[in-house]
């Protein structure tokens, strides 16, 4: 009889153990879990070589989110196009918490324009010395044009700038 006791305070104990285990997982988890997130994109017409997926987002060196998808903008934008007419630029899409731009920009778009045309631009700037990169998004100096695209993007745009980087 004591024998069965013991199994069954045993099964308690491994059900309590990875019940606490769980509550915990979503308690540490669940300021990633619940935040709201916002997608933007932007292209490159340079070689995004450093960059992947996971790479950090950051604006003036504070961390926003990560690079969710790299692909070129013709598989997305320019599927009815010859080849030969097809753009080469690099599509990079990134996922960025709202409460730190996505606010901002979502209650007034047109603030989001207004900072494009005084040079917010996004570059790939190098982590160190070994190869990766991450997406710094910034106010440009002289920023150049924005690159030429004739459809409309899917979400929250955002022109890029040459890094230095790969110069």
Known sequence: MSLRANYFKLGVFVLGAVACAVAILLVVGSGRWFTDKLTFETYFNESVQGLDSGSAVKYRGE??????????????????????????????????????????????????????????????????????????IDLVEGAPPPLAIDWTPQHLYIPSAPSSYNQ
């Not at 901002?104 to 207004?114: A, C, G, M, T, W």
């Open 63 to 136: 961390h926003l989110g990560r690079v969710t998808n790299i692909s070129f903008t013709w598989a997305r934008y320019e599927q009815d196009k010859p080849r030969s007419q097809r753009r080469q630029y690099v599509r990079v899409e990134s996922e960025v918490e709202a409460d730190l731009i996505g606010s901002v920009v979502e209650s007034d778009p047109e603030r989001l324009q207004q900072a494009i045309e005084r040079g917010l631009r996004v570059r790939i700037a190098p982590v160190g010395i070994t190869g990766t990169a991450y997406l710094e």
